[in-house]
């Protein structure tokens, strides 16, 4: 489909006259990224960790339609418990000591988005965990280490993250070389990142899923993580 793209074809030059669906595209959301990462497991495991192939909404439970939040891109999750089309996962991380706390991120002071509950969720009894806090020097802000505990839909949850940093790599490699040479991953720590690539994006064509990816993968391959030489 790739090829296609590069060649101004449509998937019906190549599918036409076949008594067979088109491919799975997954969804109209990043459907380049769903066609090399897939659009999830076939079946999941309890206890089994797994990553987020696409932004996905966070539930109550494992019947309202009512969100409670949101689960990014790239984020590890445990799998608790099944119940039809949902799981109940387990999301480690961070967060501000703030408010309601509602915003996981990655590590400790370090702003890398895992999730966002809404404040109704994140002060709903049994859905956060809190761990140990500590200061963060840098900015002086309390954070504690957390586990929420909400559900999502089964779809878009893979086994491998490699697939999805190949991914990016290769967008960033592309996308973000039109104007000039791009910086090296590990040329910002993580938390200058953001900053920097919403810069650049503005003269690219990215939707916003792949958008969130190639920023996590930016994030987590920086300076902050790889102490090589720039």
């Not at 599918?15 to 997954?26: E, F, Q």
């Not at 761990?131 to 909400?150: C, H, N, S, Y």
């Not at 839909?153 to 190949?166: H, R």
Request: aromatic share 10%; hydrophobic share 35%; charged share 25%.
């Amino acid at each position: 489909m790739k090829r296609a793209a590069e060649l101004d074809q449509s998937c019906i030059d190549c599918h036409k006259g076949i008594a067979h669906k088109l491919p799975d595209m997954g969804t109209s959301r990043a459907p380049e990224l769903i066609a090399q990462v897939g659009s999830g497991e076939s079946s999941l495991l309890d206890e089994q960790t797994y990553f987020t192939a696409l932004t996905k909404p966070l539930f109550y439970n494992e019947k309202t339609d009512v969100e409670a939040g949101t689960l990014n891109i790239a984020t590890k999750v445990k799998v608790l418990e099944t119940k039809g089309n949902r799981v109940k996962v387990g999301i480690d991380g961070w967060r501000k000591k703030i408010g309601a706390g509602r915003v996981i991120y990655y590590d400790f002071g370090l702003n890398i988005l895992s999730a966002q509950l809404t404040k109704d969720a994140a002060l709903e009894e049994g859905v956060m965990q809190v761990f140990e806090e500590k200061e963060d020097p840098m900015t002086g802000l309390m954070w504690q280490r957390v586990e929420a505990k909400i559900w999502t839909e089964k779809d878009y949850l893979v086994s491998d993250l490699q697939p999805l940093w190949d991914y990016a790599r290769s967008t960033y490699s592309t996308s973000c070389s039109v104007c000039h040479t791009q910086p090296d991953e590990n040329h910002f720590d993580a938390n200058s990142w953001p900053g920097m690539f919403q810069g650049m994006i503005a003269f690219v064509n990215m939707d916003q899923d792949t958008q969130a990816l190639v920023q996590k993968y930016l994030q987590e391959h920086s300076s902050t993580f790889d102490k090589s030489a720039h």
